[in-house]
């Protein structure tokens, strides 16, 4: 793993070793969705998404199930209106340009990315390290807001990745207070160890999300990657409801278990800084 590179993980180098069937990307929330060309090309693109930087007819094929003649017809819409653009060395797909159109028009339309950009960059300059905004999307965090640390070592993720809820500072603020429903889907298969530390007992993980809630904070010491440390802490509307979490961190070797106390009331006072940002009439 490059040192620049902590956080990265090599799910979004290549291809997950893992077929995705058709039906299993039809359903949505218990609901089974249309199997006609405009859903399998849908995706086909969020494929890119969630899987790689950049994939083969071949790859997509695998990871979905689709013939290799659907993927072809569907890249080829993509390719038609930007959505994905072709390495013409490697024969591979990567996203278009009008995928950064559409993200740049839905990040106008939420307030929440605007409100809290200042107080990211601030609890960075306080801490010298990469601070996260997130979402929780599809049972998965959804990272909408990145302030990387200027360190030649450092967590390096970009807007718009996706990281799992159960192991990371931020997942497991979104989990802690995610609805019940939403909890008992994300128990309801195996989760991944990723590390020596990573905790998949559903016991033990309910435990945990029933300390963050009373307390207010998480942290991730090395349960997701090696080596890096994160606290995080839940940004609240004006009803009080849990939106988004902000997180800050970095690795080991600049955070120890004292300096990740001070991340958490560093990150703590910032999450109630943005969350009365958002109470605030407009």
């Known amino acids: 793993m490059a040192l620049a590179s902590i956080g990265e993980r090599r799910e979004n ?8 069937r058709e039906d299993d990307l039809a359903k949505r929330n218990g609901k089974e969705l249309p199997q006609g060309s405009g859903y399998k090309t849908l995706a ?3 494929l890119f998404a969630r899987d790689a930087s950049e994939l083969g007819v071949t790859d997509i094929s695998h990871l979905t199930g689709m013939d290799k003649a659907s993927v072809f017809r569907a890249l080829k819409a993509l390719e038609r209106y930007r959505f994905v653009e072709q390495d013409r060395a490697t024969r591979k797909y990567r996203l278009g340009f009008a995928v950064v159109e559409l993200a740049g028009s839905k990040l106008r339309q939420m307030p929440l990315a605007s409100i809290a950009q200042p107080h990211l960059a601030r609890l960075s ?7 996260q905004l997130s979402v929780m999307d599809e049972l998965s965090v ?3 807001g990145v302030v990387e640390s200027p360190q030649p070592i450092r967590v390096a993720l970009g807007v718009g990745s996706y990281r799992p809820l159960h192991c990371t500072a931020a997942g497991k603020v979104l989990l802690a207070y995610a609805a019940k429903a939403e909890q008992d889907q994300v128990f309801s298969r195996p989760l991944k160890k990723f590390t020596s530390r990573t905790v998949v007992e559903p016991a033990k993980l ?5 300390q963050i809630r009373a307390r207010g904070w998480s942290t991730d010491d090395e349960g997701f990657v090696e080596h890096l440390r994160v606290a995080g802490a ?3 509307d004006a009803t009080g409801r849990v939106i988004a979490a902000v997180a800050v961190g970095g690795p080991t070797i600049r955070v120890s278990r004292k300096q990740l106390e001070r991340f958490v009331k560093l990150v703590t006072a910032t999450a109630a ?9 407009a």
Do not use: F, H
């Not at 309910?206 to 029933?210: M, Q």
């Not at 800084?273 to 009439?281: E, M």
């Open 13 to 20: 180098k290549r291809p997950r070793n893992r077929r995705i």
């Open 44 to 46: 086909v693109l969020r």
């Open 125 to 131: 300059q306080q801490t010298g390290e990469t601070v």
């Open 142 to 144: 959804l990272y909408i």
């Open 206 to 210: 309910r435990k945990e999300l029933a």
């Open 234 to 236: 839940p940004i609240r």
């Open 273 to 281: 800084a943005i969350s009365a940002d958002l109470a605030r009439p």
